[in-house]
């Protein structure tokens, strides 16, 4: 059992910065990779960024390559996912995911713990 507590959203202005963090407890030595999608309204669920816990491989979705960074401390248990550059596109509702295992890249359908998400919102 894997719990992941996300953290970090709020409202902030186009080209401007957020750091997102997700904590996580419980059984995360099983855990391999962990990532983050996104959700705005009336649009699916959206991968936006993995990384592997152990090698520290990370993995972004086109649209943030170039603005987003993905990053783990292994002795705080968390992930971090900051954000430059931001745009009005980027608002959503991100989420924390945790996969056991998980090919290189991870596919969705591999994540097997998620958490409740974090609201992010870019606007003027």
């Known amino acids: 059992q894997v719990q992941l507590v996300e953290s970090g959203g709020g409202l902030v202005q186009p080209g401007g910065s957020l750091r997102l963090s997700c904590a996580a407890s419980?059984?995360?030595?099983?855990?391999?990779?962990m990532g983050w999608f996104r959700q705005a309204p009336g649009k699916e669920r959206e991968f936006v960024a993995a990384?592997?816990?152990?090698?520290?491989?990370?993995y972004y979705a086109d649209s943030v390559k170039g603005r987003f960074t993905i990053s783990r401390d292994n002795a705080k248990n968390t992930v971090n996912l900051q954000m430059n550059s931001l745009k009005p596109e980027d608002t959503a509702v991100y989420y924390c995911?945790?996969?056991?295992?998980?090919?290189?890249?991870?596919?969705?359908?591999?994540?097997?713990?998620w958490g409740q998400g974090t609201q992010v919102t870019v606007s003027s």
């Open positions: 995911a945790a996969a056991r295992r998980a090919t290189s890249p991870p596919l969705v359908g591999q994540y097997d713990y």
């Open positions: 990384i592997r816990w152990y090698t520290s491989n990370t």
């Open positions: 419980g059984r995360t030595f099983s855990s391999v990779v």
